[in-house]
Every structure is written in C-alpha cells, then in structure tokens.
C-alpha cells in the first residue's frame, strides 16, 4: 500500500491472507448460493412436470376404464336408432307404421337413458337431440303432415351427429386437459 507520503508501506503477510481468504470465501458463498437457487428451480421444475405427467396419465386410467361402457351404450343407442331410421324408409307411406313409432321412441328411450349416465355431456346432448328429432317426426307423422319426412331427415342428420361426437369421445387419450 501507498501511504500519503508517498511511500509504499509493507503489508502484513497476515493480513494479506485474512484478506484473501475473506473474499474467496465471500466469493464461494456467493456461488454456492446461486449453484443452490438453480438446483431449487430445476427441482421444482421438475416436480411440476411429474405432476403434470402423472395427473395426465390417472386421466388416461380412467378414459380407458370407462371406454368399454360407453362403447357398448353408444352402439346399443346406434344400433337402435340405424333400425328406426330404416324402419322409417322402408314403410314411411305405410299407414301401420303410425302403431310401431311408439314402440320404437320406448326403446330409443332406454337407450339414449344409457347414454346419458355413461356421458359425457356431449354424447348425452347428441342422443337427446336424436331422440327429440325423432319424437318431432312421430308426432308430425300420427297428424297425417305430409311434411313429416323432413323432421326424418333432421334425425338421420342428428343420429350422424351423435356418431361424430361418440367417436371423438372414444378417442380421447387423456393427453387434452379437461
């Protein structure tokens, strides 16, 4: 050091190194504590993804568990409805179909009941649709309306609807949040 003489005064070895030892100290701990602060922020980015990961895959489980179920009541519902749209076809100028029409709505009925329990809203909403545009016919049909035909058509629409909306159901990974 240089004192205001202007000369340069000998430095303690002592304090030199009490020096040296405080700011590589200070240094180390400066470093430790960021080394700390990053590997904090990796452990918790890394807690965050298994979370996410794993929340993602219990939402696999259990569409796959209710897969099966919702298969079957979505092509029992089909299956019904294809039959009364063909019904409808074939005998549509028949008077006697006017006394199979309820019977069928009865066991569109069960079906769509099915459907709703199993879900989603969307699938239970595109089965009541059917179900209503089907009721409409019938109701159109029984008055004689030679307009009916077309409330079968808005059915036949509707009941593909309902197979378009099913099938996006049962393709659901799980990997779309809900």
């Not at 922020?41 to 993804?49: D, F, N, S, T, Y």
């Not at 489980?61 to 099966?68: G, Q, Y």
């Amino acid at each position: 050091m240089i004192d205001s003489s202007g000369q340069n005064l000998a430095v303690d070895a002592g304090v030199a190194a009490v020096l040296g030892a405080a700011i590589g100290g200070g240094l180390a701990g400066l470093t430790a504590v960021g080394t700390s602060w990053f590997n904090l922020r990796v452990a918790r980015l890394q807690h965050e993804a298994q979370e996410t990961e794993a929340a993602r895959q219990r939402r696999f489980e259990v569409l796959r568990e209710r897969r099966e179920p919702r298969s079957m009541a979505y092509s029992n519902f089909l299956s019904e409805g294809q039959e009364v749209i063909d019904i409808v076809r074939s005998r549509l100028g028949e008077a006697d179909l006017k006394d199979e029409l309820l019977p069928l709505l009865k066991r569109l009925q069960k079906q769509r009941a099915n459907v709703a329990v199993v879900g989603p809203q969307p699938a239970a909403d595109a089965a009541f649709a059917f179900l209503k545009a089907f009721a409409e016919f019938r109701i159109e049909f029984c008055r004689d309306n030679p307009d009916a035909w077309k409330k079968a058509v808005k059915a036949e629409a509707l009941l593909e609807q309902f197979t378009l909306a099913v099938r996006a159901v049962l393709e659901d990974d799980g990997s779309r949040p809900q």
